[in-house]
């Protein structure tokens, strides 16, 4: 009688900061959440034996510090305290340097929302509005440096969340024009933002308006470039108004497209699929009037935006589109935009209304799934490790086969 086969099993293992158990094929997990934060965490083991990407699902995770933060800036708004608002953010900034569970992320949002919300609003918080921004921008960037905190949400609520992060950031700019009169810039890896000082377009020869003002000197920095034409500073009708700028990466990869479905054609005659990635970083350019964004009608003149690329996220990729985030129908279009040069360093995008831009293309083959790819990277470090000990036994048995062959040579030369 022979014995029954043990069931597959996905390893133990440790991820996230949790150590996941031996777990039988086909059923989930759960885990207590990270120490520092609260809640039950899952993860899938797969048919095959394989634990499910993007990995555990920490979606009923959530940080102490979250809860932490939010009942600190009740006490300060309760308080009217407008230094407690720069503290709350300074601790924020490095709260979010520390990883991050995927719960965190809305809980995040809400209080960068109200603060942003009492610091336009109320009097008593203006003061400190200038650093409260580099403070914002601070904690934006660790955010979405944090993309293990993204990957468990859905792509409609990725969208959703990083559509608030890009208000959040404009918002807070723009409402500071009113009490930061000279132009205000910051800067990091991932978000770099800019607002001017009014622009005196009567007094300028130029047609032309560049924004941000490092890329009059930055040159081949990578710097995404927004080229404003006079006309629409003109629209205001005043010398006061001023550009808004600014430029997220990694934001892109939270505002995909959904896949297209392809009906057959003679091109195509068992239909097909169309996957749409964001290249480019995601730049924003607005008029900003009084602490406000004035929504202009369609410019006479294009609004002209460089992008810049790094060759290597252009592979496999074709048909690039100039492209304008709705924020209303949550969705990428092209209505306005038009191409005008595409490389594999830069994209030059004309479009015709000033708001969130950015380039798309096509992905060109097949994608490996998660499974596949997991069982690729097994595959991989087998091969080598399996080459590893080849070559080693090959060498040592030149080094034993060389040594004995010597020892022969040495014994028939003294018989001679």
């Known amino acids: 009688m022979s014995e029954k086969s043990a069931p597959l099993t996905c390893a133990v293992t440790s991820r996230r900061g949790i150590e996941w158990p031996a777990t039988v094929a086909g059923t989930t997990v759960n885990r207590p959440c990270p120490e520092g934060t609260r809640g039950t965490s899952s993860w ?8 499910t990407e993007p990995g555990p699902n920490t979606l009923e995770c959530r940080s102490d510090w979250t809860i932490q933060r939010h009942d600190a800036l009740e006490e300060t708004i309760k308080d009217q305290d407008a230094s407690g608002i720069p503290e709350l953010l300074r601790a924020m900034t490095s709260d979010t340097r520390r990883p ?4 965190d992320l809305p809980k995040l949002l809400n209080i960068l929302d109200i603060v942003q919300d009492v610091v336009g609003r109320e009097v008593w918080a203006k003061s400190s509005q200038k650093l409260v921004n580099q403070l914002i921008v601070n904690v934006v960037h660790n955010t979405l440096r944090a993309k293990e905190m993204w990957q468990n949400w859905p792509s409609m609520k990725r969208q959703t969340f990083a559509t608030r992060l890009l208000t959040c950031v404009e918002r807070a700019m723009t409402s500071a024009s009113t009490t930061v009169h000279s132009s205000e810039n910051y800067v990091q890896p991932l978000v770099m933002t800019e607002m001017s000082e009014s622009i005196r377009t009567s007094s300028q020869p130029s047609s032309y308006f560049l924004f941000p003002s490092m890329a009059l000197w930055a040159g081949e920095n990578n710097v995404d470039s927004v080229d404003v034409p ?14 808004y700028y600014a430029s997220f990466a990694n934001i892109g990869d939270e505002m995909e497209p959904p ?4 009906p057959v054609s003679e091109q195509l005659p068992t239909g097909g699929e169309r996957r749409r990635r964001v290249v480019s970083r995601v730049v924003a350019a607005s008029i900003v009037l009084d602490g406000k964004t004035v929504r202009l009608p369609v410019l006479p003149k294009p609004v002209i935006i460089t992008f810049h690329h790094y060759p290597e996220a252009l592979r496999r990729m074709s048909s ?5 985030w709705d924020t209303e129908e949550m969705k990428w279009s092209t209505s306005g935009c038009a191409l005008q040069s595409h490389n594999s360093t830069h994209t030059v995008c004309a479009c015709s209304h000033m708001t969130h831009y950015a380039v798309l293309m096509d992905y060109v083959g097949h994608e490996i799934s998660t499974t596949d790819n997991q069982l690729l990277t097994f595959l991989t470090y087998a091969g080598c490790t399996l080459s590893i000990v080849c070559l080693t036994l090959t060498f040592l048995c030149f080094v034993l086969f060389v040594k004995g062959g010597g020892d022969r040579f040495s014994l028939l030369h003294d018989v001679d």
């Open 320 to 324: 690039p589109e100039c492209s304008w």
């Open 100 to 103: 991050m569970v995927a719960g």
């Open 44 to 51: 899938r083991c797969s048919a095959e034996g394989l634990w």
């Open 259 to 262: 896949v297209e479905i392809l």
């Open 230 to 243: 006079k006309e629409a500073l003109e629209l205001t009708g005043l010398d006061r108004a001023r550009v």
